[in-house]
RNA sequence: GCUCACAUAGCUCAGUCGGCAGAGCGCAUCCUUGGUAAGGAUGAGGUCACCGGUUCGAUUCCGGUUGUGAGCUCCA
């Protein structure tokens, strides 16, 4: 008998029990899907290997939810070889929010044959078919998957070492080469629905065949699939390039070229007030900030090292009096430029140079998206030029610059990566031992002074530096790229810069590269999506509407306006002949922070009736009350309006 | 770049199994002067992305180009 406890129950069961026994003895419910033994994960058709303690695992723990997910994928495969007999079958893993499973199949799949695939996958669930593993020798393995022709699973197979047992899946006729785990049988999916279909390469080689890879999620019930569905149609809704239509934000003209954006009155300004705001703040830490030239000299890239590696990114030369010129793809050369034009002191590091600066980048077709993946972007870059001594200090203060300007704008969530050397591969690296070693410590301490939480990725630092990359999280819970800190041996020695120690003798100073927010770009893009359009007072392009109830009050409305503009709002006047609720709805529409009512009442009493566009109705107040709340919560950049908190 | 799909009015989208194109919104003009998410009427707007081919005839079928989307690969 086998002694099995589960919090303070226990159950004797005999000797090759499985924990389907395990789950029927202590009366667990169907959801559960897999169980944890010891700390490690078990699918439930195991055998119980002997004594041990066990704990349920559902749909909410992740082990138990991909493993919901990869038998989904096992049944999509099922579903469409029954279907299309030919089609040679490549990986299904589960992936976050759902899975896929890659085709090489004699037809391409298209919305009709997705929605037959589902029947017969509905087909295959109602069958409720026990999915079992198996171990076999590799011989066996390779003769069942030559039988089935299956040439992907045979490349698979080949790189499993001999000797280890193969674990194999089968599900009625269905066979797989898979590691599991599993649920118990296909019964288990409850609800599941195929999202998409798309291109894939075989191992993600584009040397190699594409293949259709079919993308679906599934779920425990029905409920969760539908509110799953409504939370992509929500994300759909924040959609940067719909709001930057709807909002006259933005636009990528064809006739102008793809990936080049066309800031529109509404975006400039958005744009313009985040970089007055970028400006402020880093001329108060101590940046210098400079403005540098699009194109260089060949040459320079040459000694940068840009056209060895970097090349496939740049646009072609434009000869210029015989000489051949470049668009920057980065402004490292040209501050470095700047700060090898003079003699430099150690008392004169740190120098912080920090620009806008534009750049161009050639992007392959297919990655182009919007604002968030672009051609032409303007950077927040800066380098710090500073002794190795002082690299400590001056990341933390990158990182403290970091974290407040991703607050100042809402996201109050981001983990840290540091990316250090793969201390197996230490000569793949530029610089010596020593230099790395104090930066990496550096990095990880000003982590540490700060109170980051952070992961360290070892192999991940690029071969010049170490770095630490930020990744912000959004309001519906999307990660992004955020802040990048990037710590550079290489350039200082390819320009050959140095400062000047107490020693009298030169030295090799250290650049940082650094930037906040990424470019005007990408950032744009994704705070349209994190407020979903609906930008904080201090950042909306029209700040506030002022709408008369009839023309009887256009004096008084536009006097208002006058008013308003003279203090610095952005702020319009709707004198259409519409309705009040039209225009209000209107305003609503255009996501205005606030909208100022004004009919005669108003008029004769030199008030206005103050609309906010989340909190509805604010009640009548004189336009310098209202004008003291807009001020202030422009002042503190508030993400909502001042009157949800005073109200 | 690759695979698949898509491209019709400023926007969102119908439509023609091949016979010179439609709606709603928006815009303009007029009527209406109204109190917190759509008042009414009239009107203007399209080389149906571009270039070829098939056909008596192409927005529709075929090929190519450009652009866009979902992914792969890459990335700020």
Redesign the pocket.
Known sequence: MIQVSWQDEKASLPEGATFLDVKKAFGWKNDVLMVLVDGKPRELRDKVPGDCSVEPLTFRDEAARNALRHSTAHILAQAVKRLYPETRLGIGPSIEDGFYYDFDAPV?F?PDELEKIEEEMKRIISENEPIVREFVEKAEARKIFQERNEPYKLEILEEIPDGEPISIYRQGEFVDLCSGPHVPSTGYVKAMKLL??????WR?N?KNP?L??IYGTSFMDQKELDDYLVRLEEIKKRDH?KLG?DLDLFS?E?EG???LVYWHPKGAIIREIIEDFWRKEHRKRGYQLVYTPHIAKLDLWKVSGHWNWYKENMYSPMVIDEVEYLLKPMNCPFHILIFKGDTRSYRDLPIKYGELGTVY?Y????????ML???G?T?DDAHIFCRPDQLEDELVGVLDLASFMLETFGYDEYYCMLSVRDPENKEKYIGDDEVWETAENALERALQRKGLNYKIDPGEAKFYGPAIDIKVKDAVGRLW?GP?IQVDFNLPERFDISYIGEDGEKHRPVIIHR?VL??M??FIGGLIEHYAGAFPLWLAPVQMRVIP????QSDYAQKVTESLRNQGYRVECDLG??????K??KA??EKIPY?L?V????REEGTL?V?HRSL??LGTMRLDEFVEKAREEVEKKLLDSIFSVTR
């Open positions: 391409a298209g998409n279909v798309a291109g894939a390469y993600g584009e594409m259709q890879r390039r239509k990528i064809e070229g793809p990936g980048r992007e392959r077709s297919g990655v182009l998206h919007g993946r672009v051609r972007f950077q790229q990048t930037t990424g470019t770009e990408r109830v009839s023309e009887k002949s519409e309705k009040i609720g039209y209000i709805r609503q529409l909208m009512v009919g005669s009442r108003e009736s609309r509805g109705d």
